[in-house]
């Protein structure tokens, strides 16, 4: 399971004027923002970025200057793939270490949407042990049963975190995800595609 929610892309404007900057060719830009605020490429700056994508990562360097935020929630076993990717990405996460205990846990904290029954009624003792260490723990805060939490969690405990990249991390990321066999990332491919120009920008399709 994985949701991403809050997508903002920024700086495309900039991004695209400094794409202009080693030709000088700036009174060519034919871009500007739509009725909603939107910043649309015209026809020329789109010519233009497509072929400097198609180009190399050497003159697509104006896309590592598109930015785009995101709020994600995944399980943890997603997130120890994603952390591969430690170039040009920032992420601030909900704390485990701190506010695991805070709330009872239920199933819908752990991805699930594969499991056998088999699995799934192991997950669910699990849970069950799990919330009876909370509420010791809650109770007499001892340090034994925080590690007992900590140290059970599954794999599968979903983590919401809000990360910033730019488009030619997800270039990277895009590349190396797209035929894994994870149905997240698949999922996660699939919210590339539909960022602004992604097709253009990103997957260099059209």
Known sequence: MIILERTAVMNLENAMRGARNPMNSWARMDSGYDQEGNYCLGPNDLDLAKRLRKAGSDHRKFIRQIFVSVDITAPIYWWKEYDTYKV??????TSTMHKLHSR??????????HLTPRGLEALENLIGT???????YIKDKKKEDWYDLIQLLPSSYNQMRTCTMNY???VNIYCGRKNHKLEEWHEFCRWIEG???????ILGTD
């Open 88 to 93: 040009a990405t920032v992420a601030n996460s």
């Open 168 to 170: 030619e991390t997800l």
């Open 195 to 201: 960022l602004p120009y992604g097709e253009e920008l």
């Open 104 to 113: 009872p846990f239920e199933l819908e904290d752990f991805s699930h949407d």
């Open 130 to 136: 799990l919330e009876e260490i909370r509420l010791s």
